[in-house]
């Protein structure tokens, strides 16, 4: 017969199930660290099941301050494990850890956590109690100097865990109030408007051949003569362009204005729009 005292610290240490600490036991012949072993053995093995399920819940978590931020997605299969304290527990951990690491995720995987044991291992044992599929996506660090970040959380779950969280990073040696309620507000509209870079030569070359090719297929079926098509071609992708393009989008705040003109108007000299991200669960 088990000792059911040793079942308890089992569970406690393990988080599984009374009949998976039970069954442990019994073959360990009682040993409590080769039963916790052979949990985390048949855990591996749960897990990798698992992990053949789409995982599109989950959390985004910020980690840091205005010199040096860091974002992290977690994944999991439903909402309610994305509020599960273990899961949110773990995720908090994990984005501190991402932040020291600078979002490096080999890294990141192999660093241990408080209890001693890698942020893989917490994974998988996360993964064998919970049951669902968890796993790490993006992330992104920004330490750049002379700058000052700013974020944005959306749809918070508690404390700096979100559906959709933004961060901003402004080059300046500025520190108003001013530039601090722009960067707040600059947050805000990149979550609203959710553009694709910064100036509209940098968006993503692929993305422009993409449109530029659903443009012309669209254009295709409407009957009009070659030159006309190219007129409209060429006016549907600068429209692309500038609604994609953070600096020319209308300012959420004010639709008149456009960004660059809201940024004219701050009046801080050497004020530059240096990097941002943006990220949404399911997205």
């Not at 660290?33 to 591996?44: M, N, T």
């Not at 549907?236 to 300012?251: A, G, H, R, T, Y």
Request: aromatic share 4%.
């Amino acid at each position: 017969m088990t000792d059911v005292n040793k079942i308890k610290q089992l569970r406690q240490s393990t988080g599984a199930g009374f009949k998976d600490c039970s069954s442990a036991l019994e073959e360990s012949s009682g040993n409590l660290e080769k039963a916790a072993e052979i949990l985390r053995i048949k855990g591996i093995s749960k897990a990798s099941k698992k992990m053949l399920r789409e995982a599109k819940e989950g959390v985004i978590a910020l980690s840091g301050d205005e010199k040096k931020i860091s974002i992290i997605e977690v994944n999991c299969e439903t909402d309610f494990v994305a509020k599960n304290d273990d899961f949110m527990i773990f995720v908090k951990e994990l984005s501190e850890l991402n932040n020291s690491v600078n979002s490096n995720i080999d890294i990141l995987k192999n660093t241990n956590m408080k209890n001693k044991k890698s942020v893989d291992e917490n994974l998988v044992s996360l993964i064998a109690k919970i049951g669902e599929k968890i796993t790490i996506g993006r992330t992104k660090t920004f330490d750049y100097d002379g700058s000052k970040n700013f974020n944005y959380l959306h749809t918070i779950v508690k404390d700096n865990l979100s559906k959709l969280a933004v961060v901003v990073c402004l080059e300046t040696k500025d520190s108003s109030n001013n530039l601090k309620i722009f960067g707040k507000q600059l947050s805000m509209h990149i979550a609203a408007t959710n553009p694709l870079a910064i100036e509209s030569k940098d968006i993503d070359q692929e993305i422009i051949i993409k449109e530029t090719s659903l443009i012309a297929e669209e254009l295709k079926k409407s009957g009009k003569p070659e030159d006309i098509v190219k007129k409209i071609s060429l006016g549907k992708i600068n429209k692309f362009k500038e609604e994609n393009s953070l600096m020319s989008q209308p300012w959420v705040m004010e639709p008149k204005k456009k960004v660059k003109d809201i940024l004219k108007e701050l009046s801080i000299a050497d004020l530059k729009i240096r990097d941002f991200y943006r990220l949404k669960i399911g997205e």
